[in-house]
């Protein structure tokens, strides 16, 4: 039987969008029977401690990562999404140096970021890379109908990562998802570069979700009720 692994995954110290309790979080993990789950929160570490010793406890073996936003060069430019995994040790150092340089020296509007020019090969190994589903690069330029432009990302990431760079395909009930999905397999089939599935877990039932919104709308400084507000996930 094929087991599925979380691979991107905020928990309560995201700080904008996650309520997950790392103790909750190891039960349903064993529960369910999962042998290994992922820690990627928003630009931090901040619960990586209590993760890893809670699923060392649990049986459960603990990946290291970090969900990042990325600061394209140009004023105009939006930043883009990528998810970095702890290969081993090097790409522990790795990742632990840009998440501090993020907060020291990149800083944008009160949220830490990667510059691009920092992502080179060096200070990317030992880290497996993930593109970050539709808000990466190749996902934002997919959704503005650029096909050329969501090519020469992704030779980007290869020259960068290799074989350690992997497309994303999510399904979690959000508009535009099937299409992102088709392009994003179709790009995968044609440059022999590795697909997986993801989820983009911020709760952990279905009966979470209002309370993940209040959680949204507290950070965003948005009323739960305004029709107008965005709403960005799904239960």
């Known amino acids: 039987m094929r087991q599925f692994v979380h691979l991107r995954l905020h928990t309560e110290y995201s700080l904008v969008d996650g309520i997950v309790r790392v103790p909750d979080l190891m039960a349903a993990v064993a529960a369910a029977g999962m042998p290994a789950v992922a820690l990627t929160d928003q630009c931090n570490l901040f619960?990586?401690?209590k993760f890893y010793k809670e699923a060392l406890a649990a049986g459960v073996k603990p990946l290291i990562g970090v969900d990042a936003w990325i600061r394209e060069?140009?004023?105009r430019a939006a930043p883009s999404s990528a998810v970095f995994l702890c290969q081993n040790l090097l790409g522990y150092r790795h990742l632990t140096q840009l998440v501090t340089r993020s907060f020291l020296e990149g800083q944008q509007r009160g949220a830490p970021m990667l510059e691009r020019a920092w992502l080179q090969s060096d200070t990317?190994?030992?880290?497996i890379v993930l593109s970050g589903?539709?808000?990466g690069d190749i996902g934002q330029a997919i959704a503005r109908g650029r096909d050329d432009e969501a090519m020469r990302c992704l030779t980007r990431?290869?020259?960068l990562c290799g074989d350690r760079f992997y497309l994303e395909?999510?399904?979690t009930g959000r508009a535009g998802e099937e299409t992102q999905a088709e392009a994003v397999l179709e790009l995968a089939q044609e440059r022999g570069v590795a697909a997986l599935a993801t989820n983009d877990v911020r709760f952990l039932t279905r009966g979470e979700f209002e309370a993940?919104?209040?959680r949204v709308c507290i950070h965003d400084g948005a009323q739960l009720a305004d029709p107008s507000?965005?709403?960005r996930y799904s239960e």
């Open 124 to 127: 990317l190994q030992g880290l």
């Open 169 to 171: 395909v999510q399904r």
């Open 47 to 49: 619960a990586m401690v």
């Open 229 to 231: 507000r965005a709403r």
């Open 73 to 75: 060069a140009g004023e």
């Open 212 to 214: 993940h919104e209040a």
């Open 157 to 159: 990431w290869q020259d």
């Open 133 to 135: 589903g539709a808000d």
